[in-house]
Each structure stands twice: as C-alpha cells, then as structure tokens.
C-alpha cells in the first residue's frame, strides 16, 4: 500500500492511493461496516496510530483497502466522492506521511563510499548517527525556507525507513521483520552551519529542513531495500543518482547496531545516507526559487520548493 495523510476540510485523514485515487480509509471503513452490518471497530485517526496498532489494526486497515480499491475499479470516481470515501489524486492535498513524529529522526552520515570520499572523509568502519527534530518535517509540496541562517543550503536524497514493530537489541537476521515501510526523504544541511558548530546536529535541524513522502510504503510492496535506484534532481537537472545497493551499511545492518542497548519504538523513522553529488561538493547551492524532487524507486516522487524566509 502506498499510504498518505492528506487534508480534509481542517483535519488530517489517513488514505490509501490506488489507480489515481485517494481513499479515504475511515470513509471507507464506515461504509463497509454498515454495509456488512458490523460492529465499527476502532480506526486509526492518524498514521502513527495505525503504525502503532500493530498486526491487528493493519489486518483491518488492509481489508479496508482492499474494499476501497474495489470500489474504485467498479465505480466512478466523482460518485464515490460525493460519498466521501474517495478523492481524486490530483486534487488532494497530501501533508507528510507522518506529520508530526513522535521522537526525533535517526539519520545515518557518510553511508555512500563516494559521498565520504567527496567530503574529504574516511570510510567509516561503524554506522554513525545524528538525529534531526520533529519540527524539521514537512509536506510534499511546501517550502524549504532558505533561512537567512546559512548561506550553504544543501539537499541529500536518502531512502527513509519507518519501523513498525519496535525492540531493542534486534538481530540482523530478523531486522527487515520490524520495518512497516520505506519513504523518500530530503535531508536538507546547512553547510556553514555544520561546519561553525563543528557537528551536524544544528546545521541538520532548521525548519523545514526534512521533507518526506509523498506516500509511505508498505514493505511487502519492497521486497529488497538495496537494489533501489535514488535520484535527486534540482529544476530538472540530476545531481545524485545512485543504487541503494551502494550502501556502506545496508538497512538491516543500521537496525541492528541502532538498536543495540536502545530501544527502538512503532513511527520511528531512519534515514539511511546519501550518495555522492551534494552541492558541498560541487559548488552548487540551493536557491530560492529552485525545485528540488527526490525519487526513490517505488516510493513515488517527492518535490518541493526553495523559498526566501518571509
């Protein structure tokens, strides 16, 4: 399932997209219960909720899905809009998969072989990780404000991971089991920054500084999260591209040694690094006005744009 959160008059809904269309999974799980003249069960209101639920509430989410769906394939759209249980795509208004996250985002540095070598860096032998707020996420289409901060704004396309069963000490071999599903995620830097505070944490944590989705994959529909290609393109002209296969540490690997001594919980989200080709590295900082667009493959298209701080 490609799994979103997107804007219904002045709340958030959680939906499902499918052949174009937006389903409203709680519209939809209405419907079906009165329907099949069930008992309505308890629904998720949000996606941390629904990750949170664990195998039961994604049981119920997927046979929602599976109803909706159905009626997409068999109905036209504008009627099952009227009943409020599917949108079109194009229309919709799509927040990030998970608006709000409950605990910071791990972020994994130095990941890509060439990416250390174009920052001038060794090789690292073990995973190294910072963190970047809740407050730095935003939606698919909105601003990355160009803070009068930084002088050095920079972009990284990384593929995101969402952890759906938690644990702590989790071994390799079992690692990929406690992941709900994979994201596409930005991981715009402030260059000067990083450098003047001599860590990454600041530089990483302005606002707006994590785009993520649009969609939240389910992992069943990622059978291998290293043999993605990834791609960052900035107003249309590519400046990463690059295989998840190029990893130093896969993602199993990063769970594992993440995990150890630490607790991992449900909505916790890991960005696994970027490849070669940042802007530290050519000279080519963002802009106000650029468009910046992140594609992981299979995770659909993540776009946003550059703008001056109001």
């Known amino acids: 399932m490609h799994l979103v959160t997107f804007q219904k008059g002045r709340g958030q809904r959680i939906g499902a997209v499918w052949h174009g269309a937006i389903l409203d999974l709680r519209g939809i799980e209405t419907e079906l219960a009165l329907q099949r003249g069930e008992r309505r069960v308890r629904f998720p209101s949000?996606?941390?909720?629904?990750?949170?639920?664990?195998?039961?509430?994604?049981?119920?989410?997927?046979?929602?899905f599976d109803y909706g769906r159905s009626l997409v394939d068999a109905q036209d759209l504008q009627v099952l809009t009227r009943r409020g249980v599917a949108y079109p795509e194009k229309k919709g208004r799509l927040l990030a998969p998970i608006p709000r996250p409950a605990r910071n985002i791990f972020c994994m540095g130095r990941n890509?072989?060439?990416?250390?070598a174009e920052r001038g860096a060794q090789v690292p032998d073990r995973p190294v990780f910072f963190t970047k707020p809740p407050t730095t996420v935003i939606a698919p289409g909105a601003d990355i404000v160009h803070h009068l901060a930084t002088a050095e704004l920079d972009y990284e396309a990384e593929l995101a991971v969402v952890?759906?069963?938690?644990?702590?000490?989790?071994?390799?071999?079992?690692?990929?089991?406690?992941?709900?599903g994979y994201m596409n995620l930005n991981d715009v830097t402030a260059r000067d920054l990083q450098r003047a505070h001599q860590q990454w944490f600041k530089g990483k944590s302005l606002d707006t500084f994590c785009p993520i989705g649009p969609a939240l994959v389910t992992a069943d529909e990622i059978p291998d999260p290293q043999r993605l290609s990834i791609q960052l393109r900035v107003n249309g002209k590519v400046r990463q591209s690059a295989s998840t296969s190029q990893m130093i540490f896969d993602v199993a690997t990063l769970i594992e040694v993440l995990s150890l001594g630490m607790t991992l919980e449900p909505g916790d989200i890991l960005a696994t690094g970027t490849p070669s080709?940042?802007?530290?590295?050519?000279?080519?900082?963002?802009?106000?006005?650029?468009?910046?667009?992140?594609?992981?493959?299979?995770?659909?298209?993540?776009?946003?744009?550059?703008a001056a701080p109001e």
């Not at 952890?163 to 990929?176: E, F, N, V, W, Y």
């Open 163 to 180: 952890i759906g069963r938690g644990g702590r000490d989790i071994p390799r071999a079992q690692a990929l089991s406690h992941v709900f």
């Open 112 to 116: 890509y072989a060439e990416h250390a």
């Open 46 to 64: 949000t996606m941390l909720e629904l990750i949170q639920g664990g195998p039961e509430c994604w049981a119920t989410v997927r046979r929602v």
């Open 277 to 306: 080709g940042v802007g530290a590295a050519t000279g080519e900082f963002l802009k106000p006005g650029d468009l910046v667009e992140v594609e992981v493959e299979g995770l659909g298209c993540l776009v946003n744009q550059v």
